[in-house]
């Protein structure tokens, strides 16, 4: 923080406000693979805090920690910008949509065995990323009958007894 300051002629502490501010600067070592898992409303609603429980137990670490061998770290954030495509992660800033557990385990399996490296390049490579949802899935264009729903929202279709109306 104090050399960043020196070379920005400001202080220490607006440094800090800045770096803990937005979440891609590191203040600790990371993985070869940060693994941002969305559990925020649409995420959460559609199985991202699921698929959180399960990064977790399939990598063997919790949320915000390291694998032993330095692959992976595990991030639990806010909203990502894809929310129509939830439940989704990011691997290196990489979208993944609408994952479900099986398929963050393909991913993972693939990365361990040094494939899709022209996808997926080492945390802190720099590149341009831009996500891509189908136009017929954006914000206010997907078909709701398309989308499955969630399974708390049918589990309580009835108004308990004190909500009706
Ligand atoms: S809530 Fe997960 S991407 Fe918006």
């Given at each position: 923080m104090?050399?960043?300051?020196?070379?920005?002629?400001?202080?220490p502490?607006?440094?800090?406000?800045?770096?803990?501010?937005?979440?891609?600067?590191?203040?600790?070592?990371?993985?070869?693979?940060?693994?941002?898992?969305?559990?925020n409303i649409s995420c959460q609603i559609m199985g991202g805090e699921e698929l959180l429980h399960h990064a977790e137990h399939s990598l063997g670490i919790k949320g915000g920690s390291t694998t032993a061998d330095g692959l992976f770290t595990i991030e639990d954030v806010e909203c990502i910008a894809a929310c129509t495509e939830a439940p989704c992660l990011q691997i290196n800033y990489r979208y993944f949509h609408k994952i479900s557990n099986d398929q963050f385990d393909e991913v993972i399996a693939d990365l361990r065995a040094g494939k899709r490296t022209d996808e997926i390049p080492p945390h802190g490579t720099l590149a341009r990323i831009r996500q891509h949802i189908p136009e017929d899935r954006r914000a206010g264009n997907a078909?709701?009958?398309?989308?499955?729903?969630p399974v708390w929202l049918s589990a309580h279709a009835e108004p308990a007894e004190g909500e009706k109306a």
């Open positions: 104090e050399h960043i300051a020196e070379l920005t002629n400001t202080t502490a607006q440094v800090l406000g800045t770096c803990s501010f937005y979440e891609m600067f590191k203040r600790e070592p990371v993985g070869k693979y940060v693994v941002n898992i969305c559990t078909d709701p009958a398309a989308t499955p729903e």
